[in-house]
């Protein structure tokens, strides 16, 4: 398979399409990590965790999400749409891996919608979900958008919700790791990363990274968190500030000052792992 995965499945989403779930694991599965991707990716671009965690006795399952199953430009009818799509894969999760400890792992967007699943729909303990880890939490947008714009992506959204809006490439400062970087670029040209984003798709974003500042500090489960110092995409800083009204027993926070924004794609990639495992270890036996 392209990204080494050892199964494909399909699950029927919110919208009564079948969308593909990536799955890397090996004989033994004693943990899953349930992975949701960022903006415009897709689930193969967790292969570099599949593979590393397969040996250690994880799963890691993803799905490609609404809006960037092959498409091109990503619409999405609202932020919603990806709640409900991983609620329906954390329960497909629950019955293909019966009674194993899950994390949720989320990366840029996928840290974004993860966290809001949290605040939002994780809101009674739930004895088999163990914490969540997130890389690159898209909180806030590096480059600010500017509010005359802002204010119109509202009126797009709703008059125009499936026009193109203008983004920057960033494919050259998202890993040092040459090969992964060709890799995203033929992705992008199988249409496998998405190359554009809808008017509807950016002002869901917006919405849902407003909802961040008021409501984080009543965070309840344990989160593991790296933060890249030279990312082009999520505010670094801010995601620190933001972090830091979470109760900081429920929180650790390790920052890469070099790294670009997909620290599990980053050459340093195995030193994160590591911390990783270690921390999930200590989440099991606490």
Request: charged fraction near 20%.
């Amino acid at each position: 398979m392209r990204f080494a995965e050892d199964a494909i499945q399909e699950l029927v989403c919110t919208d009564g399409v079948n969308r593909p779930v990536h799955i890397w694991q090996g004989d033994v599965v004693d943990m899953v990590f349930v992975a949701v991707h960022g903006g415009m990716a897709h689930a193969g671009d967790w292969v570099q965790v599949g593979q590393y965690f397969k040996p250690l006795g994880y799963a890691t399952v993803a799905l490609d999400q609404h809006g960037h199953d092959g498409q091109k430009r990503v619409f999405i009818p609202s932020f919603d749409i990806f709640l409900d799509d991983l609620a329906l894969l954390i329960s497909w999760t629950k019955q293909q891996y019966p009674g194993k400890p899950i994390i949720l792992l989320g990366h840029s967007m996928g840290g974004l919608i993860v966290t809001h699943y949290g605040l939002r729909r994780l809101t009674q303990p739930d004895a088999q979900i163990l914490g969540f880890i997130q890389s690159s939490p898209y909180y806030v947008n590096a480059i600010k958008v500017p509010w005359i714009v802002e204010q119109l992506s509202g009126l797009l959204s709703a008059v125009t919700p499936g026009m193109a809006v203008p983004i920057a490439d960033f494919t050259d400062e998202l890993t040092h790791d040459p090969a992964i970087t060709a890799r995203h670029k033929q992705d992008a040209a199988d249409n496998l990363r998405a190359t554009e984003v809808s008017a509807r798709f950016a002002r869901e974003l917006l919405n849902a990274q407003s909802y961040i500042p008021e409501n984080i500090g009543r965070w309840s489960h344990s989160l593991l968190t790296f933060i890249a110092g030279q990312d082009k995409l999520a505010d670094s800083q801010a995601t620190e500030r933001l972090l830091a009204r979470i109760s900081p027993e429920l929180v650790t926070v390790h920052s890469y000052p070099d790294n670009y924004h997909e620290n599990f794609n980053e050459t340093n990639r195995e030193e994160l792992f590591s911390i990783m495992h270690e921390w999930v270890q200590g989440q099991r036996h606490a």
